[in-house]
């Protein structure tokens, strides 16, 4: 058959490669991104994970999450440098681990700054807390939204913690934060900074004595399986962070980034939702499956740290700290 002649070859062609564009069209559509979290699906993290996926993908079909728990890329200091590089695109981190980054997030963690969950809500939709948020891109970072993990409480395998002389001698487990480390120093406390992927193996061979986390963390890790006794001390709150890679987050139009927004803010609400659950009945859980809980003598506690607030006051800045403190 020879070959269509002048004006209809032409047609032809234009046909032949619109009909190819048309066919490849999906596949070049649709970019997988990843995000990469320290827990299991089963957490407040999957639990903000899942929320943010199914939101952003119902308002896109351009971007499909492929989720990472579990610490499958690696511990929370190397998730973030992984977004700072562009070989991670979204994570939810503590601020244990943001703090490294942007030193000001750290203000958040002083001991017992916040009276309840509807007061560390209340500072961190608000001004403080949203102007940490745009402190992010200054180190190469994008932070959406600001999830949650509750109080912190102490387990160990020891002895029961009621009042601060019980804590003294123990070796416990907290996170890379020199802000939680000095309280508990000041505590007698042998405080261990350790990556929590380790933290199992450590408990398990008796390297530490205790860990200190969150009750949304206690019980999504069955922590009644390594721990005997929890201690209620709600000594420090747990914000968490929806953070994305300014390589993917810039290349965005600005409806792209308000979804990607949306999709961040309905992580946040998720999160908020299983720690209010967890808090309503994760102690019965706990009690449930072998671990002795009790309460703590809270006000000799806050006394203890007092001497450590002036660290914080040269730090942070003794304004910041009482605009927190005393926000309504």
């Not at 490294?100 to 916040?114: A, H, K, R, Y």
């Amino acid at each position: 058959m020879g070959r269509p002649g002048g004006k209809k070859f032409a047609r032809w062609l234009a046909a032949a490669a619109l009909a190819g564009m048309t066919a490849s069209a999906p596949a070049l559509a649709q970019t997988t991104l990843k995000m990469a979290y320290a827990l299991s699906e089963n957490s407040h993290y999957g639990a903000g994970a899942a929320a943010f996926v199914k939101t952003l993908e119902a308002s896109t079909p351009d971007f499909k999450i492929q989720q990472f728990p579990n610490s499958a890329l690696g511990g929370e200091r190397e998730v973030i440098e992984g977004l700072q590089l562009g070989t991670i695109d979204l994570a939810i981190v503590s601020t244990g681990a943001t703090l490294n980054f942007v030193p000001q997030t750290g203000v958040f963690d002083i001991p017992f700054l916040f009276r309840d969950l509807a007061h560390a809500r209340k500072v961190l939709d608000g001004k403080i807390g949203q102007d940490m948020l745009a402190e992010f891109p200054k180190r190469g970072l994008v932070a959406l939204a600001w999830g949650e993990q509750g109080f912190r409480h102490l387990t160990n395998n020891v002895r029961p913690v009621k009042e601060p002389a019980d804590i003294k001698g123990l070796k416990i487990r907290t996170t890379e934060n020199p802000i939680h480390i000095a309280a508990f120093r000041e505590l007698g406390v042998l405080a261990t900074p350790m990556a929590w992927p380790e933290v199992a193996t450590a408990l398990q061979q008796g390297t530490i004595d205790g860990q200190e986390n969150p009750l949304s963390v206690i019980v999504s890790v069955k922590m009644w399986q390594l721990q005997k006794y929890l201690s209620l001390t709600a000594h420090v709150y747990g914000p968490a962070l929806i953070l994305m890679a300014p390589s993917v987050y810039d290349g965005l139009s600005d409806d792209g980034k308000a979804k990607f927004k949306e999709a961040a803010a309905a992580s946040a609400k998720a999160m908020r939702d299983y720690v209010d659950q967890v808090e309503k009945d994760g102690v019965e859980t706990l009690k449930s499956n072998g671990m002795q809980v009790n309460a703590v003598d809270h006000a000799a506690f806050v006394k203890a740290v007092q001497p450590v607030y002036p660290q914080y006051y040269k730090q942070f800045g003794q304004e910041l700290v009482d605009a927190i403190r005393n926000t309504q």
